[in-house]
Protein backbone atom coordinates (compact mmCIF):
# COMPACT_ATOMS: atom_id res chain seq x y z
CA UNK A 1 0.00 0.00 0.00
CA UNK A 2 1.69 2.98 -0.85
CA UNK A 3 2.40 5.71 1.46
CA UNK A 4 0.76 8.89 -0.31
CA UNK A 5 -1.11 9.46 -3.48
CA UNK A 6 1.42 7.90 -6.04
CA UNK A 7 0.16 10.67 -8.63
CA UNK A 8 1.41 13.73 -6.44
CA UNK A 9 5.14 12.29 -7.57
CA UNK A 10 6.45 12.61 -10.79
CA UNK A 11 10.06 11.13 -11.90
CA UNK A 12 10.30 14.36 -13.83
CA UNK A 13 11.28 16.69 -11.35
CA UNK A 14 12.16 16.51 -7.27
CA UNK A 15 10.74 18.69 -5.01
CA UNK A 16 10.59 19.34 -1.06
CA UNK A 17 7.52 17.49 -0.75
CA UNK A 18 8.35 14.37 -3.01
CA UNK A 19 11.71 13.70 -0.96
CA UNK A 20 10.54 13.14 2.18
CA UNK A 21 7.86 10.82 0.77
CA UNK A 22 10.55 8.97 -1.58
CA UNK A 23 12.73 8.38 1.52
CA UNK A 24 10.23 7.16 3.66
CA UNK A 25 8.72 5.10 0.66
CA UNK A 26 12.58 3.72 0.23
CA UNK A 27 12.88 2.88 4.11
CA UNK A 28 9.66 1.12 3.91
CA UNK A 29 11.10 -1.03 0.71
CA UNK A 30 14.11 -1.64 2.66
CA UNK A 31 12.33 -3.00 5.62
CA UNK A 32 10.51 -5.22 3.14
CA UNK A 33 13.59 -6.24 1.51
CA UNK A 34 14.82 -7.17 4.79
CA UNK A 35 12.24 -9.16 5.95
CA UNK A 36 12.29 -11.17 2.31
CA UNK A 37 16.09 -11.21 2.22
CA UNK A 38 15.40 -9.85 -1.17
CA UNK A 39 13.46 -7.38 -3.46
CA UNK A 40 10.51 -8.18 -4.88
CA UNK A 41 10.81 -8.16 -8.79
CA UNK A 42 6.87 -7.16 -9.04
CA UNK A 43 6.27 -3.87 -7.01
CA UNK A 44 3.33 -3.55 -5.32
CA UNK A 45 0.61 -1.58 -7.33
CA UNK A 46 1.14 1.91 -7.08
CA UNK A 47 4.75 1.32 -6.20
CA UNK A 48 6.04 2.06 -9.97
CA UNK A 49 5.51 5.63 -9.78
CA UNK A 50 7.55 5.58 -6.25
CA UNK A 51 10.06 3.83 -8.05
CA UNK A 52 10.67 6.47 -10.65
CA UNK A 53 10.99 8.90 -8.79
CA UNK A 54 13.50 7.66 -6.89
CA UNK A 55 15.14 6.55 -9.35
CA UNK A 56 14.96 11.00 -10.95
CA UNK A 57 15.95 11.58 -6.96
CA UNK A 58 18.75 9.04 -7.33
CA UNK A 59 20.48 11.03 -10.65
CA UNK A 60 20.24 14.11 -9.54
CA UNK A 61 22.09 13.11 -5.90
CA UNK A 62 24.90 11.15 -7.55
CA UNK A 63 25.51 15.06 -10.05
CA UNK A 64 25.09 16.72 -6.52
CA UNK A 65 27.58 14.78 -4.88
CA UNK A 66 29.97 14.87 -7.70
CA UNK A 67 30.03 19.07 -7.72
CA UNK A 68 26.80 19.98 -9.52
CA UNK A 69 25.17 20.57 -12.74
CA UNK A 70 27.95 23.73 -13.49
CA UNK A 71 30.90 21.56 -12.44
CA UNK A 72 29.70 18.11 -14.60
CA UNK A 73 28.78 20.52 -17.31
CA UNK A 74 32.56 21.33 -17.44
CA UNK A 75 33.77 17.94 -17.11
CA UNK A 76 32.47 16.96 -19.48
CA UNK A 77 33.29 19.97 -21.90
CA UNK A 78 36.51 19.28 -20.81
CA UNK A 79 36.47 15.94 -21.16
CA UNK A 80 35.56 15.85 -24.96
CA UNK A 81 37.65 18.58 -25.84
CA UNK A 82 40.97 16.43 -24.42
CA UNK A 83 39.40 13.55 -26.16
CA UNK A 84 38.71 15.51 -29.33
CA UNK A 85 42.39 16.68 -29.38
CA UNK A 86 43.64 13.13 -29.00
CA UNK A 87 41.79 11.94 -31.77
CA UNK A 88 42.51 14.14 -34.13
CA UNK A 89 46.27 13.70 -33.37
CA UNK A 90 45.43 10.35 -34.50
CA UNK A 91 44.22 11.32 -37.41
CA UNK A 92 47.13 13.31 -38.26
CA UNK A 93 49.58 10.87 -37.06
CA UNK A 94 47.56 8.31 -39.98
CA UNK A 95 47.81 10.95 -42.64
CA UNK A 96 51.60 11.18 -41.83
CA UNK A 97 52.12 7.78 -41.50
CA UNK A 98 54.22 6.89 -44.61
CA UNK A 99 54.28 3.30 -44.18
CA UNK A 100 50.66 2.85 -44.21
CA UNK A 101 49.01 1.87 -46.99
CA UNK A 102 45.94 4.12 -48.80
CA UNK A 103 43.77 1.36 -47.68
CA UNK A 104 44.63 0.66 -44.13
CA UNK A 105 44.85 4.73 -43.62
CA UNK A 106 41.23 4.58 -45.08
CA UNK A 107 40.06 1.64 -42.56
CA UNK A 108 42.24 3.63 -39.71
CA UNK A 109 40.53 7.30 -40.33
CA UNK A 110 36.98 5.59 -40.29
CA UNK A 111 37.95 3.52 -36.79
CA UNK A 112 38.95 7.20 -35.39
CA UNK A 113 35.99 9.14 -37.25
CA UNK A 114 33.89 6.53 -35.38
CA UNK A 115 35.24 7.24 -32.20
CA UNK A 116 34.76 10.77 -32.64
CA UNK A 117 31.34 10.05 -33.40
CA UNK A 118 30.64 8.18 -29.99
CA UNK A 119 32.29 10.60 -28.16
CA UNK A 120 29.80 13.04 -29.40
CA UNK A 121 27.05 11.19 -29.14
CA UNK A 122 27.69 10.15 -25.43
CA UNK A 123 28.46 14.02 -24.30
CA UNK A 124 25.45 15.28 -26.49
CA UNK A 125 23.63 12.65 -23.92
CA UNK A 126 25.27 13.48 -20.68
CA UNK A 127 24.88 17.25 -21.38
CA UNK A 128 21.17 16.65 -21.78
CA UNK A 129 21.07 14.59 -19.05
CA UNK A 130 22.54 17.64 -16.75
CA UNK A 131 20.15 20.20 -18.57
CA UNK A 132 17.37 18.08 -17.67
CA UNK A 133 17.94 18.71 -14.16
CA UNK A 134 16.45 21.94 -12.63
CA UNK A 135 17.83 24.43 -10.71
CA UNK A 136 15.44 23.96 -7.92
CA UNK A 137 16.00 20.19 -7.81
CA UNK A 138 19.49 20.58 -7.69
CA UNK A 139 18.75 22.79 -4.64
CA UNK A 140 15.99 21.12 -3.11
CA UNK A 141 18.22 18.05 -3.07
CA UNK A 142 21.25 19.94 -1.31
CA UNK A 143 19.09 21.14 0.98
CA UNK A 144 18.06 17.36 1.68
CA UNK A 145 20.95 15.70 1.07
CA UNK A 146 22.08 14.99 4.75
CA UNK A 147 18.41 12.90 5.36
CA UNK A 148 19.18 11.28 1.92
CA UNK A 149 22.75 9.94 2.78
CA UNK A 150 21.26 8.99 5.78
CA UNK A 151 18.50 6.96 4.29
CA UNK A 152 20.95 5.36 1.96
CA UNK A 153 23.69 4.22 4.20
CA UNK A 154 21.36 3.47 7.43
CA UNK A 155 21.16 -0.29 8.52
CA UNK A 156 17.77 -1.73 8.34
CA UNK A 157 16.14 -3.73 11.52
CA UNK A 158 13.22 -6.06 11.75
Given at each position: ?????????????????????????????K????V?????????????????A??????????????????????V???????????N?????????????????K??R??V??E?QE?????????????????????????????I??T??Q????
Amino acid sequence: MPLHNPSTLTAATINSVSIPILLEWWQQRKRIATVRSHLSATLPKGDETYLKAYYRLMEVYSVVKSGGVQAQTEAVQAFAKRESVLLNQRLNEIEAAEELAEAAKKQEREKVHQEIQELRSANNWRLQALTNIAPDEEATVKQYLTDIERTLTQAQYV
